[in-house]
């Protein structure tokens, strides 16, 4: 059986080694790297679910698949329970087997490509975690370490952009998990349905457009950890189905039957306040008492004003680096200034207004003698506190006026150029047109307009 699955696998285009004695599998999935094991459950000397049990403490990313006899289908159940990713009822096709052989191959680029990625913005994404000195933000720090090392459920809340995912990421980072995945989720991008399939799976035909099996985010985090960021935003029947996965490990993928057991630590986020919510009808009392285990509130960015000259700081240096730009120079004035403005949209909001002003070259020499705009796309308010938008506003403008004077200066960095402008404004080529328009009304013409 072993010669005529390799013979299979080489006319296949794959690379393939048998072993008759189960005892000698671990050496050889050591020794070669081998990613893909496909094993029975009877065989001699060692049963196959103690080997299955070898292989995954050798390497939790290995994608097993499991031949079995129809009368021991509870076997077969019994290892996909132990973390084999698929199961093969004999007798069976070599095309069906091919077939399991390239679904489980596709598993494995998948999570290289999660693990390419997951490294990807750890090095281009700025280490803000939890950089400051106010005293929130020691108390967040201590709470944060205190609760590192167990697997309680925490509740993040806070408004946009104060830095939920850090304090994530720092728990993480500080528990006996940070080795195991980490899997990250936003509830609030994804419609109901697509939200469910993302989160728990889904099996071959379960829907129109499921045309294979899809591992959903807890399978994915299965010993690690998994941070769904704006829970708030889940349907009701989503929630239902999350408390049962708290309650009892378990859940099933849509279209499936089958129990899947997982080993989860979640960590769940919000801006909304869930006691509102639940007082209104929209996310459930129980559910809400298993996350809020432990609770973290972070506070804006406008009660927490002594963090924001080292943010600035780090951003300044960070988005200096990674543009191969000259550091903005900001005087004690213009952090003073800064550190006065409200800041709505929090840390988010100082980040990209750091990152505008390194591209721009606008923040050279930013004192506290000339104005600046502040704002998420280069629309904001203005506050006294330095910058310069190649003509210095001598009063307080309106905002029309003021995202007209930016979009202006943007285009002669630009050249002209409306293309290269809207992707630094981070907006649609048509919406940048609907706003050149619109700043004619005002007076201000951009682009030989």
């Not at 925490?154 to 195991?180: C, M, Y």
């Not at 550091?327 to 709505?344: D, E, N, T, V, Y």
């Not at 909001?349 to 606008?362: A, F």
């Amino acid at each position: 059986m072993a010669d005529a699955l390799h013979d299979c696998l080489e006319a296949s285009g794959y690379t393939s080694v048998t072993c008759n004695d189960p005892l000698d599998a671990a050496n050889l999935v050591r020794l070669k790297g081998i990613e893909i094991v496909v094993l029975d459950i009877q065989m001699p000397r060692l049963d196959g679910l103690e080997l299955l049990a070898q292989l995954r403490e050798l390497d939790s990313n290995i994608a097993a698949i499991v031949m079995t006899a129809h009368g021991s289908i509870e076997k077969a159940v019994e290892a996909m329970q132990l973390g084999a990713y698929d199961f093969l009822s004999k007798p069976f096709s070599l095309d069906v087997f091919v077939l399991a052989i390239r679904k489980a191959v596709e598993r494995i680029r998948l999570v290289r490509q999660n693990a390419t990625l997951a490294d990807q913005v750890r090095r281009l994404t700025p280490s803000v975690t939890m950089i400051g000195s106010s005293e929130s933000l020691s108390r967040i720090r201590d709470v944060v370490r205190r609760v590192a090392a167990s697997d309680v459920t925490l509740l993040i809340t806070g408004e946009s952009g104060t830095g939920k995912e850090l304090v994530a990421d720092d728990l993480i980072k500080s528990s006996n998990r940070t080795a195991k995945p980490f899997v990250k989720i936003n509830c609030a991008a994804l419609p109901e349905t697509l939200l469910e399939s993302e989160l728990f799976g889904h099996e071959r035909g379960a829907f129109t457009g499921a045309v294979s099996r899809q591992i959903g985010k807890f399978e994915m985090a299965d010993g690690g950890s998994l941070f769904l960021d704006e829970v708030g935003e889940m349907s009701m029947t989503t929630q239902t189905k999350l408390l049962r996965i708290i309650q009892e490990k378990t859940f099933q993928r849509l279209g499936g039957h089958e129990n899947i057991q997982v080993d989860v630590r979640l960590i769940a986020a919000t801006n909304k306040d869930l006691l509102k919510e639940i007082r209104a009808g929209n996310f459930r009392e129980d559910l809400y008492y298993r996350l809020n285990v432990i609770e973290v509130e972070l506070p804006p960015l406008r009660e927490r004003a002594d963090d924001i000259p080292p943010l600035l700081e780090h951003f300044v240096r960070y988005f200096a680096e990674k543009h191969g730009k000259e550091p903005a120079k900001i005087s004690s004035g213009a952090k003073r200034k800064l550190s006065q403005f409200s800041w709505p949209g929090n840390i988010r909001q100082l980040k990209n207004y750091v990152e505008r002003i390194t591209l721009l070259d606008l923040g050279k020499d930013l004192d506290a003698d000339v104005n600046v705009l502040v704002g998420n796309s280069g629309v904001g308010k203005s506050v006294n506190a330095g910058l310069d938008f190649g003509g210095r506003f001598d009063h307080i403008v309106s905002l029309d006026e003021a995202e007209a004077l930016y979009i202006r200066r943007v285009l002669e960095e630009t050249k002209g150029n409306r293309t290269h402008a809207a992707q630094i404004l981070k907006i649609d080529p048509k919406t940048l047109r609907a706003k050149l328009k619109k700043a004619k009304s005002v007076g201000i013409t951009s682009d030989g307009e």
